[in-house]
């Protein structure tokens, strides 16, 4: 399995953290998403390929920032 993490910026409760794995389970291929708003991250963990630039239209598209690394 493969795991991704992605820093993202705006993720300021539960429900933050709950849009961003609702709107990423969407996704075919994911596995398993984990998001926290404390650190600001995303862990995005699946058994097929997926775009990153996918991944980051999505979370951008319910309104938070993805941070480039």
Partial sequence: MKEIQI???GMVCGGCEKRVVNS???IEGIEEVIA???EGTVIIKTNKEIEIDIIKE???DIGFEV???
């Fill in 24 to 26: 990423l389970n969407e």
């Fill in 7 to 9: 820093n993202v910026k």
């Fill in 67 to 69: 941070e480039e690394n």
């Fill in 36 to 38: 926290s708003h404390t």
């Fill in 58 to 60: 999505k979370i951008e």
